[in-house]
């Protein structure tokens, strides 16, 4: 039997509450996933953090996969959407850092008046008085860069309300913020 119907059969027996199949499922898909993982990692290191991202993801949605269709390029999707989404959060804190050092270097020369400075913690508060759903939804779109689709796979929602949420998340910020100024 090939790794990958042993998975599906190990997948359908977790679906069906077997505790010791889905110990064994990812006990086995983990050499897979690291392996998938760690070509073109610029740090292997990450391959660790990426593959713990999988195996949440696996466990998160394993329910939803579907036993009339192979298990393997349904790993891979996980796999490869974990992927992107590590690298994209990774470089773009990196690129926040790098942006943060330079405006923290030309603030104090640039900035005629300091009372501006604290606009970003009060754009911070004011995201803070949104409900934590709310928050995280409008932070992975309009800060992180993710698209609706993937916020909707990762909260398990539809896009539709995703962009609702967005939507009224941007209303309220709108009229938070207006009465600021």
Request: charged share 25%; no cysteine.
């Amino acid at each position: 039997m090939s790794d990958a119907q042993n998975w599906k059969e190990l997948a359908v027996k977790a679906q069906d509450g077997d505790k010791r199949a889905y110990s064994t499922l990812l006990t086995e898909i983990l050499p897979f996933i690291k392996a998938s993982i760690i070509s073109g990692l610029a740090n292997p290191d990450w391959a660790d953090d990426i593959a713990q991202d999988v195996l949440i993801s696996v466990h998160k949605s394993l329910n939803s996969y579907s036993n009339d269709r192979p298990f393997k390029p349904w790993l891979k999707a996980i796999i490869s959407f974990r992927r992107t989404d590590f690298l994209r959060k990774h470089y773009k804190i990196k690129e926040i850092n790098e942006r943060g050092q330079i405006n923290a270097e030309t603030l104090s020369e640039k900035v005629t008046f300091q009372t501006d400075l604290s606009e970003l913690s009060y754009i911070e508060g004011a995201i803070l008085t949104l409900p934590v759903k709310q928050q995280q939804i409008f932070k992975m779109i309009k800060v992180e860069g993710y698209s609706a689709k993937e916020v909707a796979q990762e909260m398990q929602m539809s896009v539709s309300a995703v962009k609702v949420s967005v939507h009224r998340s941007v209303n309220k910020l709108k009229k938070i913020l207006g009465e600021h100024d």
